[in-house]
């Protein structure tokens, strides 16, 4: 077997404000092979974008290492793209340079550029909105450039960090599903940040559940149901009990932290 994509070992992240140290992170150990599609789950405040921005390389731990292909993280990386919520983009950017931007930087010859664009902007079913400007987007379309922006790096890496968050049910649906085709097609390795649990049964191969303060893994668990998934089967929702009953308890923790920071103020 090769070796694990990202290896986290022993992670710790601690946070200092006035008055008190945060651990946002302790002890995580994981290992994702490659081209697996993991979500981390937890209610706000349990340390899932800390955790991703670890392995994206924009705030290191504290303590502990994380590498991805057997290399240290210590910066961002071209083999780790990163698609944020709030999409990201140039604003004053066409769709087709936002999706060249990055190919730009590195320099490929023009023709090369154009090839990759098209095709992306075929896959992403955005070749007819080429020279549009992201304020005459959707949220949807917006993501959809986001994506191939990503894509467009080849990085065999993606992050998203609540990437369809700010989306309506149905465009989020569609994105979940083309999604899952661009990651069956191009073999990523998929981390995924959500607070949706419907949406990481829907998705993920495997799904890490994280605790509230501190935040460490409180459940790692295959998704063995065939794909697409119906969210109206009876093995989706019994996972969906298990896992509400998870998330709802480092809710209580958060509501309850919430409410002793209440009476100290
Ligand atoms: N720059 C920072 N300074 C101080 N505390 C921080 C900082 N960033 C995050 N935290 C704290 O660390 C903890 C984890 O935050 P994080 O944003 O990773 O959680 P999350 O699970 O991604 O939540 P959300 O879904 O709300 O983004 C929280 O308690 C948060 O308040």
Known sequence: MSAPHIVVT?????FSTPGRDV??????NLEIPRGQFVCLLGPSGCGKSTLLNAIAGFALPSSGM????GQLVTAPGPERGMVFQEYA??????????????LEIKGQPKAQIRATVD???????????RN?????LSGGMRQ???IARVLALDSPIMLMDEPFGALDALTRRNLQDELLRLWAELKKTIIFVTHSIEEAIYLAD?????TYRPGTIKRDLLVDLPRLRDPAAAEFNALKRELGQLVMEEQQRHHNDELRMAAVD
């Open 206 to 210: 495997r799904i890490v559940v994280m």
């Open 66 to 69: 994380i590498t991805a292909d």
């Open 10 to 14: 022993d992670v710790n992240k601690v």
């Open 23 to 28: 651990v946002a992170l302790k002890d995580i």
């Open 144 to 146: 959809r450039v986001a």
């Open 119 to 129: 095709k992306l902007l075929k896959m992403l079913s955005l070749a007819d909105f």
């Open 89 to 102: 983009l140039f604003p004053w950017m066409t769709v087709e340079d936002n999706v060249a931007f990055g």
């Open 132 to 136: 549009r400007y992201p304020k005459d």
